[in-house]
């Protein structure tokens, strides 16, 4: 059985993926800052022997490392980095919260490259190591839209880490992929967004699970669609 790791596991399209992962028999390493406050991540767990509730703060570097301690024997197959904020509600040319977007860049820049790092042991046991990072089309340089500055240019950095890691560990056997979920509907994306988060991770997981050596660097849009960058 093989056994994938999911930050920011604990609600939105993190939960419905680690739902999606475990109903297709992969061991589930579900991963959230406070397991004691994530009741329906537990009431989850509580129904399915393959789910593992285990504490991470991605940005913090001693929680990182305290998580690769707990699993220095584990084989990961699969990391998914799904953890990410918005970066705060001042994001305008003339008015930014440059803290909050510090803040932006350590969790959805810094963190995915940091659990590759903490877990690449793991994924070295593997067969077959595969890496998916959640990103946005919002950080894609080929659209022009205005705002959230330190959302879309986090994303934009996520973007060119995660392609220039699929280049270097192309040959280790690693795919690396990154993902725009949609629109969806959760305390990020809001009520009005245009898909769910069981839609998303549906198609998420659809794509997750089919990936080859060819898709390794690529980026892909929640329903399979390549996403131009």
């Known amino acids: 059985m093989a056994t994938v790791l999911i930050t920011g596991a604990n609600r939105g399209i993190g939960i419905e ?3 999606i992962f475990s109903e297709n028999d992969w061991t589930v390493l579900a991963c959230c800052r406070k397991p004691e406050e994530a009741q329906a991540l537990a009431d989850l767990a509580s129904k ?3 789910i593992e509730i285990l504490p991470l703060d991605v940005s913090d570097a001693t929680s990182a490392t305290n998580l690769a301690e707990m699993l220095k024997d584990k084989t990961v197959d699969f990391l998914v980095n799904n953890a990410g904020i918005m970066g705060g509600e001042r994001q305008g040319a003339t008015d930014m919260d440059f803290d909050a977007w510090g803040e932006a860049f350590r969790i959805n820049t ?8 903490v ?3 793991n994924l070295r046991r593997s067969t ?3 890496i998916a990072t959640i990103s946005s089309q919002m950080g894609a340089l080929n659209r022009e839209s205005a705002g959230a500055y330190a959302y879309r ?4 950095a996520v973007n060119k880490v995660m392609q220039t890691l699929a280049c270097e560990m192309a040959m280790d056997g ?3 992929t990154l993902f725009h979920p949609g629109w969806v509907q959760t305390d990020m994306g809001g009520s009005q967004a245009d898909i769910t988060a ?9 794509k997750m699970a089919a990936l080859t050596a060819d898709d390794n660097g690529r980026f892909y849009k929640w329903n399979g669609e390549e996403h131009p960058w």
């Not at 240019?153 to 934009?156: E, V």
């Open 128 to 130: 077959s190591p595969k």
């Open 17 to 19: 993926l680690v739902r």
């Open 110 to 117: 810094m963190a995915p490259l940091r659990m590759v790092q």
């Open 174 to 176: 690693f795919i690396i």
């Open 198 to 206: 069981v839609e998303s991770a549906t198609g998420l997981f659809n």
């Open 119 to 121: 877990l690449l042991t």
């Open 48 to 50: 399915s022997s393959q």
């Open 153 to 156: 240019s986090s994303k934009a």
